[in-house]
């Protein structure tokens, strides 16, 4: 019996927990679409397939909804920027160009926010911290000149910015091979 009991409050449990990941997601897609924060609870809960009372009873408020989705946003891009190995800066220089693909255009909207919102700012904050790791483990490893460590990192961080793909790809309208291969000379450049 006890068994049967356990069983039935994790299936309850996964099933809570797989509600709050759909309201979360359809978070994300409501910002992502309308490129603002602007997120209304009822065009959240449609998308997951909830009552508005039910995103209310996981979040609290709309404001909660808000934080617990860019926390979900970062945690995702923390994720797909842990499996990028250094052993292959070409491959995570190419995969960093695939995330902005993604997000990059909301990336570039929710930084022209950061100075309106506190949360946004928060999660502004905690990427930049987060590229500058992902180039320190990805890119330069193993400095040759500890002196100009530091100097080769910021120059590296620019190199792979948000704002240089959106220079490149938006604004000169290249493709995204041409992007990639130009961040790459940028890099090669920094590095020699």
Not at 84 to 96: V, Y
């Amino acid at each position: 019996m006890k068994e049967k009991r356990e069983y039935v409050m994790r299936a309850r449990a996964d099933a809570v927990e797989e509600t709050r990941r759909r309201m979360l997601a359809a978070a994300q897609e409501v910002g992502r679409e309308t490129m603002s924060l602007d997120i209304a609870l009822r065009d959240v809960a449609e998308r997951a397939e909830v009552s508005v009372q039910t995103v209310l009873r996981h979040f609290g408020s709309r404001e909660g909804l808000l934080s617990a989705t860019l926390e979900f946003v970062q945690a995702d891009l923390l994720r797909k920027r842990g499996r990028l190995e250094p052993t292959d800066p070409a491959a995570g220089i190419a995969a960093l160009v695939d995330e902005y693909e993604d997000s990059g255009d909301w990336v570039i909207t929710m930084l022209g926010q950061e100075s309106a919102h506190p949360q946004v700012r928060r999660m502004t904050e905690t990427g930049r911290a987060m590229h500058r790791r992902w180039v320190r483990t990805v890119l330069h490893p193993e400095p040759r000149d500890p002196e100009r460590a530091e100097e080769i990192v910021d120059l590296l961080v620019v190199a792979t910015d948000v704002y240089t793909w959106k220079l490149l790809r938006r604004d000169r309208g290249l493709t995204r091979a041409d992007t990639v291969n130009r961040i790459r000379a940028l890099v090669a450049a920094v590095l020699a």
